[in-house]
């Protein structure tokens, strides 16, 4: 009977194959400390420690918007963008993702950021192209790769987009001052059919 190799032996054999692979492994070695900092007392970590923190989101948001004005279908959107709009919005994302709570703490609040996008009229193509350059953007900084983080990533950026395009049609009623802010993980959210 042939012996069962696990998968994580094929991506080690690569490296064999393509030693610069091992690039890639040492710089992310040199963010386990951030990483691994919750799991080494038990805990699970948030989302948001492991992506390397409020600096990692801060550096996504950074470089995202700084692309914005140079694309044809997001730039009309973002054409009087407030100059601070990358740091609210990485502030937004790492609360949601169980980091600090620099967002909330200063004032913002789940009703705000959907606010933002009442009456926009934002569009499946608009939602797309949104999507494609952010997760590009993040592989461009250096968001962490594995499989688990990136699911939770898009998963979260797939459910906030869609909520962004519902909510920016005719004829939504504006959140209730008080609505929590999302909190996202590792795991799925739940399903429509729970209210």
């Not at 009442?118 to 192209?129: A, C, V, Y």
């Not at 802010?181 to 729970?194: A, D, H, K, R, S």
Request: hydrophobic share 40%; net charge neutral; with cysteine.
């Amino acid at each position: 009977m042939p012996a069962i190799v696990p998968p994580i032996c094929h991506r080690y054999d690569g490296l064999r194959k393509n030693p610069a692979h091992a690039l890639d492994i040492r710089r992310a070695v040199a963010k386990l400390s951030v990483m691994t900092k919750d799991s080494q007392s038990g805990e699970i970590p948030t989302l948001a420690s492991w992506a390397g923190g409020p600096e990692a989101l801060r550096a996504l948001t950074k470089r995202f918007y700084e692309k914005v004005p140079h694309d044809a279908v997001l730039a009309p959107v973002f054409a009087r963008m407030d100059p601070h709009h990358a740091e609210h919005v990485a502030a937004f994302i790492t609360e949601v993702f169980g980091g600090p709570k620099g967002y909330s703490g200063s004032g913002g609040s789940h009703a705000h950021m959907i606010g933002r996008h009442l009456g926009r009229h934002l569009t499946e193509e608009f939602r797309k192209r949104w999507l494609a350059i952010i997760l590009d953007t993040a592989d461009e900084v250096g968001l962490p790769a594995d499989p688990e983080f990136r699911a939770a990533f898009v998963g979260y950026l797939e459910w906030g987009t869609r909520l962004a395009v519902l909510n920016s049609q005719d004829g939504v009623t504006p959140p209730p001052a008080d609505a929590p802010m999302p909190e996202w993980n590792w795991g799925p959210p739940g399903g429509p059919w729970q209210g």
